[in-house]
């Protein structure tokens, strides 16, 4: 009976998620992006999450002339899916639309190569890949243990030695992976207007005033305080109501 009950709710969650996202759909072919907007939120108080809705949602935002919404949700499109051509385009149409003009200095060395191509796949995809070789691994042995001819038993070693090396690169793909998707983390400025202190308190000269849409990197919160990292390196503290993080 439990059993039952669950199967129930989990699928009438599913079909009104459903209906949310369509329904979503249906209002922005119709040019209600309020409307449109409210019906893809619903969907996201359910807790179903995908890259597709994001990236409605950041383009009804943009019909809306929201800036900062818009580029945050194009950001959480990117993050379940990293490659996708249409995020990234409209994130930087998006951009367009901020005040602020910081550089983003671009990452060199032994490092962004090694970032570059573990984040061709998310690091649930590496894993899928480590189960699927250590699978792999597990016949090929079952293969040298009984093969009976030479030339089998080379073959089956060969293939658990190929098996073993991409298996190692696929595990520390997926543990760069993590361990990078858990300490960046970014954030969406989201007030119209805010400051960037050089200390964790209230008073005092700004660094920098930054305005909404602009893109930071949170490194530590003290208090209602957050240090965060703009895309041209400059640190300094802002007030944690100010952001929403992405992720």
Known sequence: MKNILFIFLLSSQIFFAQTGYEKGNALYAKGNYSEAVAAYESVLQNNQHSAELYFNLGNAYYKLNKVAPSIYYYEKALVLNPKDKESLNNLKFAHKKTIDEIKVIPKVGFAKLIRDFTGIF??????????ALSSLFLFLFIGYYFAQITVWKRTFFIG????????????????????????????????????LKREPRDGGKPLLVLHEGTKVYVKEIIGKWKKVQLTDGVEGWIESSAIREVK
């Not at 998310?122 to 189960?131: A, K, Q, S």
Request: proline content about 2%; glycine content about 2%; hydrophobic content about 50%.
């Open 160 to 195: 658990m030695f190929i098996s073993v090396v991409i298996l190692l690169i696929t595990v520390s793909s997926a543990i760069f992976e993590k361990k990078y998707y858990d300490t960046e983390k970014p954030a969406i400025i989201f007030d119209e207007m805010t400051n």
């Open 122 to 131: 998310h690091y649930n995809t590496w894993g899928w890949f480590t189960v």
